[in-house]
């Protein structure tokens, strides 16, 4: 489920917390339900939920809440909150990576005894779907490389590059800042 704190990726733990094995997973998933964004392949969420979700609606959740899936009989419905797709569409891609993560995830999930875990973990997921860690990754790193010997990128630069990112790929500002955050070296 998808509530308040990770409505624009804003609790999106480190990518570290996913293993080798869920990175490659997500690879796996967006190269079997493509969208190519500037040459990066990334998860096209309509596909992917018509393939998982037995439906997908619009509802009028809980305040707070902004997606929600319920798993009957092994079927998998996902509501997302009503108007959220108009309003907020990045937020809404977010949630929705979310929730696909949620079922994609569902047995490895289970095994976390922990509920924050698990949401950690949907929401570095969905992250990795939307905004592959190796891209950031390799962009970052031409970043870097143009300012060796100096100061490094200021601010602003990275602020820059945050805006183009979300801009590109769709996805909130706060998760292409985090993305980019994760990527830097220690103490830039």
Same mark, same amino acid.
């Given at each position: 489920m998808s509530g308040a704190? !990770?409505?624009? !990726? #804003?609790?999106?733990?480190?990518r570290t917390c996913l293993s080798p094995r869920l990175i490659a997973y997500a690879q796996h998933v967006r190269e079997h339900f493509p969208r190519a964004i500037a040459g990066t392949t990334v998860a096209d969420l309509d596909a992917l939920a018509d393939d998982v979700c037995t439906s997908l609606d619009d509802f009028p959740l809980t305040t707070g809440v902004l997606g929600c899936t319920v798993f009957e009989h !092994?079927?998998?419905?996902? #509501?997302i909150r009503e108007g959220l797709r108009r309003d907020e569409p990045a937020r809404y891609r977010f949630t929705l990576a979310h929730e696909l993560s949620e079922i994609l995830l569902r047995r490895y999930l289970d095994a976390l005894p922990d509920q924050c875990r698990r949401e950690h973990v949907c929401d570095a997921f969905a992250a990795e779907l939307l905004l592959p860690h190796a891209a950031v990754l390799a962009t970052v790193a031409v970043l870097i490389e143009a300012h060796a010997g100096g100061p490094g990128p200021s601010d602003a630069t990275l602020d820059q590059l945050a805006r183009r990112m979300a801009f590109t790929y769709d996805v909130s500002l706060t998760a292409a800042r985090i993305s980019i955050a994760e990527c830097l070296p220690k103490g830039t």
């Open positions: 704190p !990770g409505q624009n !990726g #804003a609790s999106v733990a480190a !092994g079927e998998a419905y996902t #509501a």
